[in-house]
T-cell receptor, first 112, second 114 residues
Framework: SQQGEEDPQALSIQEGENATMNCSYK?????LQWYRQNSGRGLVHLIL???NEREKHSGRLRVTLDTSKKSSSLLITASRAADTASYFC????????????WGLGTSLAVNP | DTAVSQTPKYLVTQMGNDKSIKCEQN?????MYWYKQDSKKFLKIMFS???????INETVPNRFSPKSPDKAHLNLHINSLELGDSAVYFC?????????????FGAGTRLSVL
């Protein structure tokens, strides 16, 4: 099955720094979503960007989408220890049966 | 008020046993999913139901059987459990009638097969 890919696989930064995660995908999409998973918990939706959008903001989150390169990035500004989690991208592909294609995730550690 | 709830949260059992995991959502969503997440956090879709109708059935051993008594419930029954079934199983739901397909996840059921 097709899988998106995130990089880096793991990222460790200090509080206050910015964290950037990237996601690449393979097919045409309707939208791309980012989710967060805290340790031992379920995934939580963070932000969605449609295929005709290039940038989206939500609080300290900034998402970009480059459909020509089939890639997206998630930027978390002024990171906090509470941002420590795994982050997944997921694409909603054109013509799909409501199936999201998930990336492998980036594990982010924000050190106090 | 838990939106998507799964029970049990932890399940420890012996190889060869049969077990069920239950999922309920109170969001009024039409579509429900079961995912398996392995130790490397790889998230794999297993099944999806839309208004009690199976719409996604990935390559999953037929020991796994989903059952949806109504659109608010999607249970997962596993027969003859094997060591490789050990993982975290997540239930999720999403609303129909929107192009966004944002999914809402339960807290997961950690299954350990000994």
């Amino acid at each position: 099955s097709q899988q998106g890919e995130e990089d880096p696989q793991a990222l460790s930064i200090q509080e206050g720094e910015n964290a950037t995660m990237n996601c690449s995908y393979k097919t045409s999409i309707n939208n791309l979503q980012w989710y967060r998973q805290n340790s031992g918990r379920g995934l939580v939706h963070l932000i969605l960007i449609r295929s005709n959008e290039r940038e989206k903001h939500s609080g300290r989150l900034r998402v970009t989408l480059d459909t020509s390169k089939k890639s997206s990035s998630l930027l978390i500004t002024a990171s906090r220890a509470a941002d420590t989690a795994s982050y997944f991208c997921a694409t909603d592909n054109a013509g799909n049966n409501r199936k999201l294609i998930w990336g492998l995730g980036t594990s982010l550690a924000v050190n106090p | 008020d838990t939106a998507v709830s799964q029970t049990p949260k932890y399940l420890v059992t012996q190889m060869g046993n049969d077990k069920s995991i239950k999922c309920e959502q109170n969001l009024g969503h039409d579509t429900m999913y079961w995912y398996k997440q392995d130790s490397k956090k790889f998230l794999k879709i297993m099944f999806s139901y839309n208004n009690k109708e199976l719409i996604i059935n990935e390559t999953v051993p037929n020991r796994f059987s989903p059952k949806s008594p109504d659109k608010a419930h999607l249970n997962l029954h596993i027969n003859s459990l094997e060591l490789g079934d050990s993982a975290v199983y997540f239930c999720a739901s999403s609303p129909l009638g929107t192009s966004k397909n944002i999914q809402y996840f339960g807290a997961g059921t950690r299954l350990s097969v000994l």
